[in-house]
Each structure stands twice: as C-alpha cells, then as structure tokens.
C-alpha cells in the first residue's frame, strides 16, 4: 500500500450515519505531515438509517435498515443502484478484494455477490437468529460470521456450506481476522476474545470494561480498541500486555481503521459525535499519544466508516502502456487464430465443462439437504486440494469468450463459491452492472 511519493489524494474516508447519508471525505496533503480533510459527495439513498458500510479498489457497498444494500463506483463518483436479495436490516457488508461482496442480515443469511454481474451466488443459512457481522479469511477459503444466536459458524467457501459451530457464551457484536489470517478477534459486549486458528480455541481476552464498538489492527498483533467515552485502548495479544490508552472523541468511538502510506501509519477514527479524526502512531513509541494530524466534522450522527483507496496506493501495480499493448496483441491475434479454426476448440472447452459441472453437482445437493448441520466436522485436505484444482481448470478453461461466461454463469454457480473471475477490468468497466446510474451530489 505505501509508495515512494505520496500522492495529493491519499485516500477517501467513506461514512455512513444515522440520518441516512453516506458522506465521502477526502484526506489531501497539503505539505509535510499537514493534512486536511475535504468532503467531496453527499449521497441520500437509503431510506433508513446506514448500519455498515465497505470499500475496495472500485465501489463503495452501504447496508440499512432499509433491507437495501446500495453500491456506489468511485471512479465514476456515480451511484450504480441496490441490492434487494435481504429481508431484512443490512448487518454488515465486506468485500474481498474486486471480485465478491459479502452481505449478512437480520434475516437469518448471508449473501455472495459476483461484483462483475452482481448476481446473487449463494446464500448460506444456517443461524436461527439475526446475523450481527462477518469476516472473510484473507485467502477467502473461510468465512466467520456471529449472531444473536450465540454461535460462531465458521463456512468453507470452497464448497459453499458450514464446517464449524462454536457456542459463544453471549451474543457477539463483531468478528474479524488478523492481516495474516492466524487467528480472529470476536467482540462480546464489554469484552474481545482472541482465537487461534491453529489451535481453534481461545487464546486470550481483553476486559476493555467499557461498551466495545469497534477493532483495528495495527500490526498482526498489535490492537486498536475503540468504544464508549471516546476511549482507544493498544493492545498486544501476543504478549498480552496493554501498551496505551488515550481519549480520541469526546463520545463513542464507532469505527477505527488503520493505514500505511509512505512509510507512515494513520489511524483513523469516527466518533459518533459526527467528527472524523486522522491520527499519525509512532509504531516504536506505542506508549505515546498518537499526534492528530486532522479532523473533520460532518454534523450527523456517524454509525460506520470504510476507507477507500486510491489505485496509485494498492499493493498490485498495474501494467505499464508497453505490456497493455502487447497484451492487446495478443488477444486479437488469438481471436483470429480462433475464428480460423471453426471454433472447435470452443466445442472441446464446454464439453470439459459440463464434465466438471457434472462432478461439482453432488455437493451442492448435500448442501441443499444438511447445510448448517455440521458441528465441528473438519475437511479434508486431500479433497479441498482437488477442489481449489477444479477452481484453477475452470478459470483457464472458461477465460477466451466472454458470451460463453456468461451463458454458463448459472452453472459455475453451483460448482464454486469463489471462483475468480476470467472477465478483464475493462470489460467490467464498460459493462453497466446495474441500471440505475446517477451522480453522486458534489459538496
């Protein structure tokens, strides 16, 4: 995420608040270790309260209590429209990296969302009450998700159903992994328990004594706590030792994330007094207060933030003009080899993956008949290996036509959860993947 010069536009704080905006904040240097924070869009789409809100590379997803879940593409600064599969409030919303959404909900599911076509992939049931969070484990094999129901599920997303449950001893507010995925936090009230996923038990947790609102990693194992009267606590859960506290709002802190860029990091902070504040931590001095670099105040009653990152800041380059170039030539010479052949080619490509489809059809009916049954059953390694194979095949198999993508999107549908998308970045962009398009009000 860091790069050698530091760009005017370091990166868009993204807030969703009680009265129904979502706001957007854009943080510019304005010289060295001066920043401010500049608002650039207004938008009023929902009609109830923003209860979550996420970002990647390309859009912004916001969920309410109006059962909505409204995406918004920041290139464009366009509105793109909603997603209405939920009946229920929009619990939380998170991405994983440009390809999937995830969306969980007071009506008992969560929803797998392909960002090219916004279709609905799957739903996973499972939870007998309203879903309060989830995480999605950086390799994407694995999803958590907490409920009122007192249980943390653990799904395999290789196959699309449930491999664990775990009672949990109150209703969990929220769940998230570490950067590397070694172990995950879950928020319990007044409290925060840390799990390995090594061991698949509890290693450690922190009495924060008061209200618990939010968790922001500075480090894989240094945390930020953030929660009633405005309080930040830094914690080390390898050490298990308290390292700061300070008084970042004067109320409720709602949301904390962290960033690196140019060698620095910033912590960022929502209060729900409706102030947004940038912070500078000194990662060798993390017993000071973090210095305030600068803050913004939005007048309303802030519920959620999310950051957005400008493409010059994410951590894969994209091709320099040369390479594009001669990538270009090489899709149109391989087009032309294939309109030479007679597309018998093509004939071979579908056979294989009807065979393929055939062989994934058995899990998918399991899934149908026991899904969320399974208590604390394991999966074999062997099998989820062949698996993520089967995932590889079909990238490759399926990456020369895009009309033969999608007149099999049903079908890849029910093989894989997550299997990555062959469409190119341009083609998506040029694809509307929604009707309703409008701009985003400027402030």
């Not at 990166?11 to 905006?21: K, N, P, Q, R």
């Not at 599969?85 to 995830?102: E, P």
């Not at 859960?237 to 409720?252: D, E, N, Q």
């Amino acid at each position: 995420m860091a790069t050698s010069k530091e760009p005017d536009n370091v990166f868009d704080v993204i807030l969703g608040t009680y009265e129904e905006f979502v706001l957007g904040y854009s943080l510019e240097k304005q010289g060295k270790d001066k920043y401010s924070l500049r608002q650039t869009f207004t938008n009023h789409s929902h009609l109830g309260s923003v209860r979550c809100i996420a970002a990647n590379d390309r859009f912004v997803a916001s969920g309410s209590t109006d059962e909505t879940v409204r995406l918004f593409n920041m290139r464009t600064r366009c509105e793109m429209g909603a997603l209405m599969q939920h009946d229920g409030t929009i619990a939380d919303v998170q991405f994983y990296k440009s390809s999937h959404l995830f969306s969980a909900s007071e009506d008992k599911t969560i929803c797998i969302w392909n960002t090219g076509s916004w279709q609905c992939l799957k739903t996973l049931r499972g939870h007998k009450a309203d879903v309060t969070s989830l995480a999605v484990h950086p390799t994407g094999k694995l999803l958590l998700s907490v409920s009122k129901d007192r249980t943390l599920r653990t799904w395999n997303l290789v196959k699309g159903r449930n491999a664990y449950i775990t009672n949990i001893k109150v209703a969990a507010d929220f769940v998230d992994w570490s950067p590397a995925g070694d172990h995950f936090v879950v928020g319990l009230g007044k409290s925060l328990d840390v799990y390995s996923a090594e061991k698949a038990g509890k290693v450690h947790s922190i009495d924060f004594g008061k209200p618990l609102c939010c968790v922001a990693f500075l480090t894989n194992d240094v945390l930020v706590l953030g929660g009633d009267g405005g309080s930040v606590e830094i914690h080390n859960i390898k050490k298990k030792s308290v390292y700061h506290m300070f008084t970042a709002h004067s109320t409720r802190v709602k949301a904390a994330a962290v960033v690196n860029v140019s060698k620095k990091t910033l912590l960022v902070t929502a209060g729900s007094e409706g102030s947004v504040r940038v912070w500078k931590v000194n990662m060798k001095k993390l017993d000071n207060d973090p210095t305030l670099l600068c803050e913004a105040k939005c007048g309303c009653r802030i519920t959620c933030m999310a950051l957005h990152m400008p493409e010059v800041l994410q951590e894969k380059p994209r091709k320099k003009g040369k390479e594009l170039a001669k990538a270009d030539d090489g899709k149109k010479k391989a087009k032309s080899d294939d309109s030479s052949s007679g597309g018998a080619d093509d004939g071979d490509d579908g056979a294989d993956n009807e065979d393929e489809e055939a062989d994934g059809s058995g899990d998918d009916e399991a899934n149908e008949n026991g899904e969320g049954e399974e208590d604390g059953s394991e999966v074999d390694d062997e099998e989820e290996s062949e698996d993520e194979a089967d995932v590889e095949g079909n990238v490759d198999e399926q990456a020369g036509d895009e009309s033969e993508c999608e007149q099999s999107e049903e079908q890849e549908e029910e093989e894989e959860v997550l299997e990555d998308e062959t469409s190119s970045e341009e083609d998506q962009e040029t694809k509307p993947p929604l009707p309703k398009r409008r701009k985003m009000a400027a402030r």
